[in-house]
């Protein structure tokens, strides 16, 4: 044989002995299907035999830049892509020149699915079940859960906001989530582009409805204040589309992937006239964070800032170095520490330069190996080191702050050391905060009392400009030495 398919499921290497056996000389053997794979290295050796197994549907699968992005291969490089693949079996279908009806053994009403499973484990002589489900059924937008829901229309001082989360990932089901549920705020819908995760997470923390439509919630009068927790490249659209529908918006980092964004959001926001805005900037508002800034309230010197960022390794491929979606590391997560930075000084940044990595073999991604030098309005400086080239064994996150004689240390959110500052040693948390509890906590609060948004505008359009930046110079080439001379 030319070429040997494979189709089987087993844990048996037989069917690809098999297969050797009745190949020819430099035939080639594909494995579809799933089976042993102790290869006896003599059935391939005489006869020279190619062996290879097949992606499933073809090429294109489990690329996300193919399947999410809508980038397709060239005809000439690749024949056989996985939509094409698909579209010649449709088309054969269309042309009743492929037929499926012998592998249809048995059809079963949905409703006794079980009954079908148990069909397939018991005769083996059935090759496929299919279940057939009832036409005209009506599907519901929206998920009702058994409690009822709130019935605010916006949010009145003295009142708890009423709340919608657009996003149900991993971040906002581990942390989001349950620190709102945590809060006095009415929790009325989450919302996940799958319905299967927007269920479990209001069953899980109290919502009162679930779907997977984002308008629901926007177009929802009840609700007065959504939470957005997708991914990065949406976050903007979302802001902006909340804060049009009279929202208030707590919105995770980053706000912008751009400065177009960036300035879209900022006409939505003065438009929204008395909305409140906010970016998840959670540490600093963790409590030895909160400590460090009380202590350095008393300062009359500049401060010197050190943040060390051990990141860690991200593969180049995943959606966060993506710049289109994730924006990069520096963007998607290294405005928390120049965030931090800024809350410790207290005055705006007035100056920014960046480095990045060298552009040698091995380096890879070289944005997430990163310092960045910031200055400020009252002569403090501070520098981030953002660094994806370390070791796990080392801590995370390093805070170190230099003035006036003493410095203060904070190590990884979990013990603060102070070094000549008289009454003070150190401090240490039971656990590691890093805020999270508590800024969402002072969101729903500040909406229910009543003042000034948590964090002004001022500051949350200056830190995501300054990771902009970050990233714009960051790969300018530094003064040569020869421009250093006296001469």
């Not at 193919?66 to 693949?85: A, C, S």
């Not at 629901?216 to 529908?245: C, G, Q, S």
């Not at 350095?296 to 993506?322: C, F, K, M």
């Not at 300054?466 to 530094?478: D, I, L, R, T, Y």
């Amino acid at each position: 044989m030319d070429a040997v398919i494979i189709t089987a499921s087993t844990k048996s290497n037989e069917p690809v002995h098999q297969a050797a056996q009745m190949s020819r000389k430099r035939g080639r053997i594909v494995l579809v299907g799933v089976t042993g794979l102790a290869l006896d290295r003599a059935d391939f050796y005489e006869k020279e035999l190619t062996f290879q197994v097949s992606c499933s549907y073809g090429p294109g699968r489990y690329d996300e830049a193919y399947e999410q992005r809508g980038q397709d291969y060239p005809f000439g490089f690749v024949r056989w892509t996985e939509q094409r693949n698909f579209e010649a079996v449709l088309d054969l279908l269309a042309g009743k020149q492929l037929d499926f009806g012998a592998l249809i053994s048995r059809q079963v009403p949905q409703a006794q699915a079980p009954d079908a499973y148990r069909l397939l484990t018991e005769d083996h002589a059935l090759l496929g079940v299919i279940l057939t489900y009832p036409e005209n059924v009506s599907t519901a937008r929206v998920i009702a859960m058994p409690q009822k829901p709130a019935q605010n229309s916006r949010t009145v001082v003295g009142h708890p906001p009423v709340v919608g989360v657009i996003g149900a990932g991993n971040f906002a089901s581990l942390v989001l989530l349950p620190a709102l549920a945590k809060t006095d705020a009415r929790l009325k819908t989450v919302v996940d582009s799958s319905g299967a995760a927007s269920a479990l997470a209001a069953r899980k923390y109290g919502f009162a409805q679930a779907t997977s439509e984002y308008r629901e919630a926007l177009e929802d009068a009840d609700i007065t204040t959504v939470f957005i927790a997708t991914r990065h490249n949406t976050h903007a659209r979302f802001v902006i589309e909340a804060l049009r529908a009279g929202k208030h918006v707590f919105v995770e980092k980053p706000l912008a992937l751009n400065r177009e964004e960036l300035l879209q959001v900022r006409s939505a926001w003065e438009e929204a006239g008395d909305r409140h805005l906010m970016i998840g900037f959670n540490r600093r508002f963790a409590p030895l964070a909160m400590r460090m800034r009380k202590l350095l309230a008393s300062r009359s010197q500049p401060l010197s800032v050190i943040y060390t960022v051990n990141a860690g390794a991200i593969p180049p491929e995943h959606w966060t170095q993506d710049l289109k979606v994730g924006g990069g590391r520096i963007i998607g997560e290294g405005c928390h520490f120049i965030d931090l930075i800024r809350h410790l000084v207290g005055a705006p940044i007035v100056g920014l330069e960046a480095r990045m990595l060298g552009d040698v073999p091995g380096v890879g991604v070289r944005q997430d190996k990163m310092s960045i030098l910031l200055e400020f309005a009252d002569g403090s400086m501070g520098t981030v080191h953002y660094l994806a080239n370390g070791s796990k064994r080392f801590p995370k996150e390093r805070v170190e702050v230099f003035s006036e004689g003493r410095v203060l240390v904070l190590d990884n959110f979990q013990r603060l050391q102070g070094y000549g500052w008289g009454g003070f040693a150190g401090a240490r948390g039971m656990r590691q905060d890093k805020g999270h509890q508590a800024e969402i906590q002072a969101f729903i609060t500040r909406l229910q009392n009543g003042g000034e948004m948590v964090i002004p505008w001022s500051e949350l359009e200056e830190v995501t400009l300054a990771s902009f930046v970050a990233v714009e110079c960051a790969g300018n080439q530094p003064h040569p030495l020869s421009e250093l001379t006296l001469e």
